[in-house]
């Protein structure tokens, strides 16, 4: 969680650059660049099952990015985050199977509105669109990681899914960003790609491959809280009290909402390949 959103932070600056499409491009493609290198993916090992899941992931993955950075334009990073986070909060309480964990995706949404204050008329109605969509792209990523990662050793499924999302990001990255690449843009783009997604994401596939879908997304209820302390830190954007209490709200419900956390589904009981130690895996 604190890379994901010291990733975020730090983009900022490249979305001056080359705009949020382009960020969100050229960081994946830098991202698929070293996941290809460090996994080697295996292409005869995909099975035609697997060729639509893989696509979901990846197009999830691409749409997700360039609507995260586009509302990260527009709005506060602690704000698109909380709104963002009411994607997995959502997929964590439909499938808990309980109906009382149905009302904390309600609670988690009065937290955002004290969030955004629309009261105050400032609201960036587009930066919460944004926010919103990258959202549900967060809750499918969720569903397919899991799934893929149960098919795939390691972060091979990543190798395979990541060139996907830069593609997909890549219909309206490469236009924004074209003319405004260099070098320097390249390197930071590189540095970018390895606080997010390359370090996050292979941490999530291990983490998924040994949790329920309902674990992960609530145990990520702390992630609204460190974007927002990233964003007072790194992008001086200070909260109003009404806004801490929403964030306060946004995590609590988050947390409230946890069911079990260790994966029993029966296909997935497995013992850790040596595919899946990250020391292994990038070094």
Avoid: C, K
Wanted: charged share 15%; net charge neutral; hydrophobic share 55%.
């Amino acid at each position: 969680m604190l890379s994901v959103q010291l990733g975020s932070a730090l983009s900022v600056g490249l979305i001056d650059e080359v705009g949020a499409a382009g960020t969100a491009w050229l960081r994946l493609s830098m991202g698929a660049i070293v996941f290809l290198l460090i996994a080697r993916p295996r292409l005869s090992a995909i099975r035609r099952a697997d060729v639509l899941p893989l696509l979901a992931l990846g197009v999830a993955t691409g749409l997700m990015t360039v609507f995260f950075l586009a509302a990260l334009e527009r709005i506060p990073l602690g704000t698109a985050v909380a709104i963002e986070f009411l994607g997995p909060l959502t997929v964590a309480a439909v499938r808990s199977g309980g109906r009382r964990a149905l009302v904390w995706p309600i609670v988690a949404f009065v937290g955002v509105v004290l969030l955004t204050e629309p009261w105050l008329g400032e609201i960036d109605p587009l930066g919460v669109g944004f926010a919103a969509l990258a959202g549900i792209g967060w809750g499918t990523y969720i569903l397919y990681t899991q799934r893929i990662g149960d098919r795939f050793d390691g972060i091979q499924g990543l190798a395979l899914t990541i060139p996907v999302a830069a593609l997909a990001a890549a219909v309206v990255g490469v236009p924004q960003a074209w003319g405004s690449i260099d070098g320097t843009v390249l390197l930071i783009a590189l540095g970018l790609a390895v606080l997010l997604p390359v370090l996050p994401f292979a941490l999530e596939m291990l983490a998924l491959r040994r949790m329920t879908h309902t674990a992960f997304g609530t145990l990520m209820s702390v992630e609204p809280a460190i974007g927002l302390i990233l964003g007072l830190l790194i992008l001086a954007q200070s909260p109003s009290i009404v806004q801490l209490v929403g964030i306060a709200i946004v995590v609590t419900a988050g947390a409230a909402a946890q069911r079990g956390g260790r994966r029993e589904a029966a296909d997935a009981r497995r013992e850790p390949s040596d595919g899946d130690q990250l020391p292994e895996l990038i070094g």
